[in-house]
């Protein structure tokens, strides 16, 4: 049944002209699930996490957030309950670390100084970057960045987070950095759809892999299953190259 999912995603459907990319895609995510998505370049990861909150609109299909559907007309107020991180963190290059992290609670949920600022302070916190509160992103290095767009949607208190390829712009050291951020997070049981090449983060911290390919999800299933035993020659091609 649908109604303990946080986020169902049915049918989805976009093409970019003559170019189907998202062919029908369809699953379910429920409370304290994280589920990693992989698949070769361009086949269709990026777009489908775009078209869950509609920064790409979806040419068919539904999406329901905590059993209330994503449409145009509620767009704001959904895309406020989905937290997006980004590969290339999309933070306000002038604003403060703090700032950064409490301009949304203030702007999009009116939340007052006092209060966004004290929450903004924990999320910090929690990824470990409570003493940058003051610095500017140009002085953080790119993990530490990455942190401060984790803890900018943590604040928001999403049903949901969306991670496209969080980790692919950072050197393998910065990596584990904010890998270690995203492990802590499944582990407290946040919600989670995580677009990413790092299978050490897929084996421990996935609930279920999604392997998607040229539009279609091919497979999914829980990590081992799919490590030891894919059922599709493409996913375990796909996954000795990988992993
Ligand atoms: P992935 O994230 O899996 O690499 P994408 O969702 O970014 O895949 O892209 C899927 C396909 O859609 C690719 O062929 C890509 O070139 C194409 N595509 C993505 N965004 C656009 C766009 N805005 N306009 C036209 N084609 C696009
Ligand atoms: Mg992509």
Do not use: W
């Amino acid at each position: 049944m649908a109604d303990d999912l946080v986020l169902d995603v049915r049918d989805l459907r976009k093409s970019y002209d003559d170019l189907e990319v998202l062919k029908g895609i369809g699953f379910g995510l429920r409370k304290g699930e994280t589920k990693v998505l992989i698949g070769p370049s361009g086949s269709g990861k990026s777009t489908l996490l775009r078209c869950i909150n509609h920064l790409t609109p979806p040419d068919a299909g539904r999406i329901f957030l905590a059993g209330e559907e994503v449409l145009e007309r509620n767009i704001d107020a959904m895309r406020a309950r989905m937290g997006f991180v980004f590969q290339d963190f999309n933070l306000f290059s002038h604003l403060t670390v703090l700032d950064n992290v409490r301009i949304c609670q203030i702007k999009v949920k009116g939340m007052g100084a006092r209060g966004a600022t004290e929450r903004a302070q924990q999320e910090l916190e929690r990824v470990g970057l409570a003493d940058k509160a003051g610095a500017y992103p140009a002085e953080l290095s790119g993990g530490q960045q990455q942190r401060v767009s984790i803890a900018r949607a943590l604040a928001m208190d999403p049903d949901v987070l969306l991670f496209d390829e969080p980790t692919s712009a950072l050197d393998p050291e910065l990596t584990s950095e904010v890998v270690r951020v995203m492990q802590a997070l499944a582990a407290e049981g946040m919600t989670m759809v995580v677009v990413t090449h790092e299978m050490s983060f897929a084996r421990r911290a996935a609930d279920e892999l999604i392997f998607m390919e040229n539009g279609h999800i091919v497979e999914q299933g829980p990590p081992e299953q799919l490590f030891t035993g894919a059922t599709s020659e493409r996913t375990r091609s796909f996954l000795n190259v990988i992993a």
